[in-house]
């Protein structure tokens, strides 16, 4: 072996050695970049998970409210008369129809959400003015003729006032707070109101529990 030759072969080693030490520090600097890279995106990253979260929450409220509304509304619809009980047990439905959302373990009552029903009669005269036949409500106040009657007209849109008919409308009301409310702050307020045609009769009577007075 030529001495040429003897001492190439370290110069060649060094230089293996050199490329590989050239790539463990270009590893190394890549990952402290991914590194802060990473630290930078995690704070937005975390912000659009949890946005995410609570409006996925709130328009689940939202339909289960809707749900509600059409649910009441539509078994008042489908009777002929009904009892103030039967009003009563319909209301109650209401709790479980928001179902996760209050009333269970680790969720607050559906009475300090601020769940509140109400179902109106409202009589079409032969002018289409509508007027309050009756109205039974939990956790907000029933409407009465003598208060209520101008609203009428403007709660029940115009096509709907069709001279000498009725509309049965359910009012739905839940107050919305989010789990975090880092996206969603404060306490936002939903509703959700629908109206029925009576499905038997031409009105639907509100009889008291002895079925004596009735008025429709």
Do not use: H
Not at 73 to 87: E, I
């Amino acid at each position: 072996m030529t001495q040429g030759s003897q001492s190439s072969m370290p110069t060649r080693g060094n230089r293996i050695a050199r490329c590989i030490s050239g790539m463990v520090r270009r590893a190394r600097s890549e990952s402290g970049i991914a590194a802060v890279e990473f630290s930078l995106i995690l704070p937005v990253l975390v912000l659009l998970w949890i946005g995410g979260v609570e409006v996925t929450e709130a328009l689940s409220v939202d339909r289960r409210i809707n749900n509600l509304s059409s649910s009441i509304g539509d078994l008042v619809a489908r009777s002929k008369v009904v009892t103030y009980s039967d009003v009563t047990s319909i209301l109650a439905i209401g709790p479980k129809a928001m179902y996760p959302s209050c009333d269970i373990a680790g969720k607050p009552t559906c009475a300090s959400q601020g769940l509140a029903m109400r179902i109106t009669a409202v009589d079409m005269d032969a002018s289409g003015t509508g007027t309050v036949a009756w109205s039974r409500a939990s956790g907000v106040t029933a409407y009465t003729a003598a208060a209520d009657n101008s609203k009428m007209n403007t709660l029940v849109p115009s096509t709907l006032r069709v001279p000498n008919t009725q509309v049965i409308m359910s009012e739905v009301y839940y107050n919305y707070r989010p789990a975090v409310g880092y996206v969603i702050t404060g306490t936002k307020a939903l509703s959700d109101r629908m109206y029925f045609v009576p499905r038997l009769v031409t009105k639907v009577q509100l009889c008291d529990d002895s079925n004596l007075n009735c008025v429709s």
